[in-house]
């Protein structure tokens, strides 16, 4: 059926911006980065004076609100869009400088800040080719840029087994921390019994330090929905839930908006695009708390009970939320099936040592903090210094926190390791926040377990007490005994029922063997 292999690789994404180039169709185009954080540092107002400088001047040229191409650092960036140019990137455009920017652009070509060419380099912009470059609120600019082709070819072809073999032999695996096989769940839930299935974006995204889907969602709405249909499509799945954290208002409105536009267009709904495939989507918000982005907990706040995780088994795939066969699946996981898709299982495997690309967030003491696309097998120092810029003052990073409230702090003799799921380093999620020396190991531990043992739903012991004991550990005045804290670290490890329990132990683990004389 062709699932793959239509269309050759694409080349990397040329310097200073991703890989399309004139997202939205004028001649000139501006785009404003209006995501969260560029909406934070004024980007709205810049907006508003670009449009009234293009008007004053009666330019024949589009403003438009687009999400963030990754640079956080360098916000509000306005992205230039001309004809076949390759597009330009130029951060921090406060009102003041709308018009000298009109003017450089009216001249000839913006210069470029070196920064952006810095931040770019090495990365590898696929899943995030659009973000920053389009307006998400546009479905036609979606579809100028290839959204829905991929859904239209498959639903033609008729055959969810075929999509499930491509992603199968992409290997492609789950971007919400576990790096779980989608073609395993989709699988699952396709061979379940039950004229009802359900398919779940999780688009949850809770803890501290992580950020990246909210990118992706604020970004690239419609990538985000045509992954999800492919999905449902392949797991026999005739309703869908995108679930999006309570505070992500603007991912949420994005999507909404995306949503309505797409059913409009036949995307969702009753026999898709003429097909036997029917689905009905429908958007809900999470309330808060770490817990919820577990898969069971938010299935638990679904069904309208208090966030708690369930035992498993029964998995999902055989009883998920209503007591249907349920697939959830992450923002980036999903970002990825219309790719894969589309160019290929093999395209896939070639990238990132067979792993793919990965969406990190960077944060903390660097230069240029941000979302970043790379292949997997990038090591940490990639992000802080090649990306990030290194440390913006004189005080170097000493310990990243990689992973969020579940993951470990590494300390600088491994910041050349690769990072390759199910290693050691192990990506996670993506969240990567560097700190220096100001920020003792010991205070960094506290701040993650503290966060575990306020976020602990309190089902089970280990986790609601053990927590809190260790992180109490902390708190006397002598070295912390190490046997002690290894012995509890196993009980919450091994007793809890969730991942938040069973991973809460991490940090404090990993900073007494990485960083032994700091506890
Ligand atoms: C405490 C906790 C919080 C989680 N939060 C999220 C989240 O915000 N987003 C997410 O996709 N997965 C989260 N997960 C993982 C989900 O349970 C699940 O594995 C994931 O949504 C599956 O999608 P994937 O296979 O595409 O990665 C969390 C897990 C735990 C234990
Ligand atoms: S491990 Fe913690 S968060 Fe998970 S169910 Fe048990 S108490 Fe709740």
Same mark, same amino acid.
């Given at each position: 059926m062709g699932c793959e292999g239509e269309k050759p690789p694409p080349s990397p994404p040329p310097p200073g911006g991703g890989g399309v180039g004139g997202g939205v169709s004028a001649p000139l185009t501006l785009v404003v980065g209006a995501g969260t954080c560029g909406l934070s540092v004024g980007a709205a107002d810049t907006l508003r004076a670009l449009h009234a400088e293009v008007a004053r001047r009666n330019l024949p040229a589009r403003v438009v609100a687009g999400g963030c191409n990754g640079m956080c650092w360098a916000a509000p960036v306005v992205t230039v869009l001309r004809g076949d140019e390759a597009p330009r990137v130029i951060p921090r455009v406060t009102v003041a400088q709308a018009a000298a920017l009109l003017d450089a652009v009216t001249a000839g070509a913006p210069r470029e800040h070196a920064g952006v060419a810095g931040f770019l380099a090495g990365q590898r912009r696929e899943l995030m080719s659009r973000c920053g470059l389009m307006d998400p609120g546009d479905i036609a600019d979606a579809i100028r840029l290839g959204s829905y082709e991929v859904l239209k070819r498959v639903l033609g072809e008729a055959q969810p087994e075929r999509v499930i073999e491509t992603i199968k032999r992409a290997g492609l695996r789950g971007r919400g921390g576990a790096y779980f096989q989608a073609a395993l769940k989709w699988e699952g839930a396709r061979r379940a019994a039950g004229p009802i299935k359900y398919l779940i974006v999780n688009g949850e995204e809770g803890e501290p330090g992580i950020f990246k889907d909210r990118h992706l969602l604020e970004g690239d709405p419609h990538r985000l929905l045509e992954g999800a249909l492919l999905a449902a499509y392949a797991a026999g799945a005739s309703r869908m839930i995108l679930y999006i954290h309570g505070e992500a208002h603007l991912a949420a409105r994005h999507i909404e908006r995306a949503l309505a536009q797409a059913a409009a267009a036949g995307? &969702?709904?009753?026999? &898709?695009? *003429? #097909?036997d495939f029917s689905v009905a989507v429908e958007l809900r918000r999470g309330a808060g708390g770490f817990v919820l982005g577990e898969e069971t907990a938010l299935m638990e706040s679904l069904e309208g009970r208090r966030a708690m995780p369930r035992p498993k088994p029964p998995f999902p795939t055989e009883s998920g939320v209503h007591g249907r066969p349920t697939v959830i699946n992450n923002v980036e996981t999903l970002f990825t099936v219309p790719l894969i898709l589309e160019r290929g299982a093999a395209w896939w495997t070639g990238l990132g040592g067979g792993h793919g690309t990965k969406v990190f967030g960077l944060s903390g003491h660097v230069a240029r903090p941000g979302v970043i696309e790379a292949e997997l097998g990038l090591t940490l120092r990639d992000l802080l210094e090649r990306m990030g810029g290194g440390a913006p003052d004189a005080r170097t990073v000493t310990t990243v926190a990689l992973g969020g409230p579940s993951g470990i702090l590494v300390p600088p003799r491994r910041f050349d390791e690769p990072l390759v799921p199910g290693g050691n380093p192990n990506p996670g999620t993506g969240g990567v926040a560097a700190l220096h020396a100001g920020v003792p190991v010991a205070e960094a531990v506290r701040v993650l377990l503290d966060f575990n043992t306020r976020e #602990? !739903? *309190?089902? !089970?012991t280990p986790c609601r007490e053990g927590t809190a004991r260790l992180r109490d550990m902390l708190d006397g005045r002598a070295p912390v005994d190490r046997q002690a804290v290894a012995e509890l670290a196993d009980v919450v490890r091994v007793a809890s029922l969730c991942g938040l329990g069973q991973a809460a132990p991490l940090s404090i683990l990993s900073a007494l063997s990485e960083f032994p004389g700091e506890l």
């Open positions: 995307f &969702v709904g009753e026999r &898709v695009l *003429g #097909s #602990s !739903c *309190g089902k !089970c």
